[in-house]
């Protein structure tokens, strides 16, 4: 059987990793390649690496200190943040990514997804659409054009699903950091209607909601929080979970 795929997710911030709660009141967790080293020990599935502050960044991605994080993680890497031209992207899997994550630019420059999916191929595309569980509204930052405002989250997956990505990673904003569970419902009406595979992210708040996404047989589950603290508002620990308890889920 097929096991839904368990995979950390990583916020860079002014190159340390962060911990956010519902996007907001971040908190400085430690560097990032000692953090990656740790996933890599405890033989982490996947990892995803986001840098939060590129997206209002105009300086240009520092390649060098990519390479340094991929150089210390053998595991498949996505990343997301910061990449405005083909070129930039191109560079990203150089640096040793599999997988590349677009956001904004789903809705700002979809021909940049585009090209890069003709060239790569859609297995190395995710989109990332970041909702508000309590309303099921899509969340758009205020530079993406206005004919999205009228979208659904449907609406919005199936338009990710025609840039032809391989896959769409659903962020709850207010579940983010929040260990209140997994948005299940959510997942179970996107998925009715679209054909790639879905990364359900936010408020995964134990093992037992991971085994509630294998059982569900969902594709994948993105999660923070209960990889980097001991537990809810408990101090730092890294940890993954070991073969042993993902064979009993």
């Not at 620990?237 to 308890?245: A, D, F, V």
């Amino acid at each position: 059987m097929v096991k839904t795929r368990i995979i950390a997710t990583l916020l860079l911030s002014n190159k340390g990793i962060v911990k956010s709660y519902k996007f907001d009141r971040k908190r400085y967790i430690g560097d990032p390649i000692n953090t990656l080293k740790i996933f890599n020990d405890q033989e982490a599935q996947e990892i995803v690496i986001l840098d939060i502050d590129k997206y209002k960044d105009k300086n240009n991605l520092d390649f060098n200190f990519l390479k340094k994080i991929t150089s210390e993680c053998f595991c498949p890497l996505t990343y997301g943040g910061g990449i405005k031209t083909l070129d930039d992207a191109i560079e990203i899997f150089k640096c040793g990514f599999e997988k590349i994550l677009f956001n904004k630019n789903l809705f700002i420059n979809p021909e940049l997804v585009k090209s890069l999916v003709s060239k790569t191929g859609s297995q190395s595309i995710v989109a990332c659409i970041e909702y508000i569980s309590a309303t099921k509204k899509v969340f758009l930052y205020d530079d993406i054009p206005e004919n999205f405002a009228r979208f659904t989250l449907e609406d919005v997956c199936k338009y990710c699903e025609s840039l032809g990505v391989g896959e769409i990673l659903l962020q709850s904003r207010d579940k983010d950091g929040s260990f209140s569970g997994l948005d299940f419902d959510i997942y179970e009406e996107i998925s009715k209607n679209i054909t790639i595979p879905i990364i359900l992210s936010g408020g995964c708040k134990d093992l037992e909601d991971i085994k509630k996404a294998n059982f569900k047989k969902i594709n994948g589950i993105a999660a923070s929080s209960i990889f980097i603290f001991l537990s809810e508002n408990k101090g730092v620990l890294i940890n993954y979970p070991s073969k042993n308890e993902i064979n009993r889920f």
